[in-house]
């Protein structure tokens, strides 16, 4: 009986050295990205009210072309539930897009509101899974990630609608920083590796 092959575990290898190497040739587009994504965070947590507007309007800008292609989906099937359905949806979904942007600022306070009624929501179910496992070694991180996500859902939902003018201006301002900072450290990663 012969040994089983290790050339796929080569080839696997050889394709992982030859991607680093091609990111490392490209190391300043990280960099580059990186410092974009930072201005714009903290262009956004200056402007946090103008970033949730600007939040509000790409998301119901996609939700017209989402609502848009489900109904021409809806038209070309030939079940008729499936034509309620998807007929259903895609008007949903158009006249929800449609409203957040020609109203981005009750667009705000309507996606805001189940922004918090969601974290609500995974963090109960986060805690439930842990209370029903918390015997099981590892899972007191899931017990505190669902009690955090739970408080935080809490937190936002108690201050609506006040807080629906910035907090996602906020979480879009974070989530830019973070990317920024993550995409600049992977670049000077890159450079240092490729020395």
């Known amino acids: 009986m012969t040994e089983p092959s290790k050339q796929p575990d080569d080839w696997r290898g050889a394709v992982i050295a030859d991607a680093l190497l091609q990111l490392r040739a490209r190391w300043g587009w990280f960099v580059g990205l990186g410092v974009v994504l930072?201005?714009?965070?903290?262009?956004?947590?200056?402007?946090?009210?103008?970033?949730?507007?600007?939040s509000?309007?790409?998301?119901?800008?996609?939700?017209?072309?989402?609502?848009?292609?489900?109904?021409?989906?809806?038209?070309?099937?030939?079940?008729?539930?499936g034509f309620i359905l998807w007929s259903f949806s895609g008007l949903f979904y158009l006249a929800a897009g449609l409203f957040a942007v020609f109203y981005p600022v009750q667009g705000a306070t309507v996606l805001t509101l189940l922004f918090g009624a969601m974290l609500i929501a995974v963090g109960a179910l986060r805690t439930?899974?842990?209370?029903?496992?918390?015997?099981?070694?590892?899972?007191?991180?899931?017990?505190?990630?669902?009690?955090?996500?739970?408080?935080?859902?809490?937190?936002?939902?108690?201050?609506?609608?006040?807080?629906?003018?910035?907090?996602?201006?906020?979480?879009?301002?974070?989530?830019?920083?973070?990317?920024?900072?993550?995409?600049?450290?992977?670049?000077?990663?890159?450079?240092?590796?490729?020395?």
């Open 38 to 54: 930072l201005v714009l965070g903290v262009l956004a947590l200056g402007h946090v009210f103008v970033a949730t507007l600007a």
């Open 56 to 81: 509000v309007i790409f998301i119901g800008s996609l939700m017209v072309v989402a609502g848009i292609g489900q109904l021409m989906h809806a038209w070309r099937i030939k079940q008729i539930h």
């Open 128 to 195: 439930w899974l842990w209370f029903n496992h918390r015997g099981q070694r590892g899972w007191g991180w899931l017990g505190l990630s669902g009690v955090l996500t739970l408080l935080v859902g809490v937190l936002i939902a108690a201050n609506w609608p006040g807080n629906s003018v910035w907090i996602l201006g906020l979480l879009l301002a974070l989530d830019l920083l973070f990317q920024g900072w993550s995409a600049l450290l992977l670049g000077l990663a890159l450079r240092q590796a490729g020395r």
